[in-house]
T-cell receptor
Framework: DADVTQTPRNRITKTGKRIMLECSQT?????MYWYRQDPGLGLRLIYY???????NKGEISDGYSVSRQAQAKFSLSLESAIPNQTALYFC??????????????FGPGTRLTVL | EDKVVQSPLSLVVHEGDTVTLNCSYE??????LLWYKQEKKAPTFLFML????IEKKSGRLSSILDKKELFSILNITATQTGDSAVYLC??????????FGPGTRLSVLP
């Protein structure tokens, strides 16, 4: 079973609709992230959470909101979707183990199309 | 503003060639630099570099970091078609998050 899962994997919606993307992890990591990926722009950070009570805006948070329901769950919402939010969305986790360095682990991605 | 630049953005080679991918960065309080390989889905971790001059190696892939000149290279020798992917470079700074470069799209032709 995958350590980081995302649902749905694909979604097509219309402008103005509310959309929620969900992320769950079994790695026991405290830190969770939401990124979007657009061609030629790499991964850009939307929101991140260092623990359940800590949520922070990333580089491109406008038009998005998040909820950290538990250590293992981090949801991304688009309150009123617009076409330029069409992208590939990734959830990721990381952790600090005794101060050592750790990489990020990514979910499989959600491809969102806003018509 | 923290920035990560990768070059080239796109590269086409033939099987057996050796390639070098570049990543340069400008960040405050550098902590680590990471390389990821992204095929059709999620990025997968390749290397994490924290110290200058120490080569990390995994099979035909190797990477090294120069913290004085603020860059890293990823080398792939004897390329295979399975190496075709987007290679992402990311930098982490203390107290901050990972900043990703735009990626290098590598295509290896048979």
């Amino acid at each position: 079973d995958a350590d980081v899962t995302q649902t749905p994997r694909n979604r097509i919606t219309k402008t103005g609709k509310r959309i929620m993307l969900e992320c769950s992890q079994t790695k026991g990591h405290d830190r969770m992230y939401w990124y979007r990926q657009d061609p030629g722009l790499g991964l850009r950070l939307i929101y991140y959470s260092f623990d359940v009570k800590d949520i922070n805006k990333g580089e491109i948070s406008d038009g998005y909101s998040v909820s950290r329901q538990a250590q293992a769950k981090f949801s991304l919402s688009l309150e009123s979707a617009i076409p330029n939010q069409t992208a590939l969305y990734f959830c990721a986790t990381s952790d600090l183990d005794g101060g050592s360095y750790n990489e990020q682990f990514f979910g499989p991605g959600t491809r969102l199309t806003v018509l | 503003e923290d920035k990560v630049v990768q070059s080239p953005l796109s590269l086409v080679v033939h099987e057996g060639d050796t390639v070098t991918l570049n990543c340069s960065y400008e960040v405050t309080n550098f902590r680590s630099l990471l390389w990821y390989k992204q095929e059709k889905k999620a990025p997968t971790f390749l290397f994490m570099l924290t110290s200058s001059g120490i080569e990390k190696k995994s099979g035909r892939l190797s990477s090294i970091l120069d913290k004085k000149e603020l860059f890293s290279i990823l080398n792939i020798t004897a390329t295979q078609t399975g190496d075709s992917a987007v290679y992402l470079c990311a930098v982490e700074a203390y107290g901050q998050n990972f900043v990703f470069g735009p990626g290098t799209r590598l295509s290896v032709l048979p």
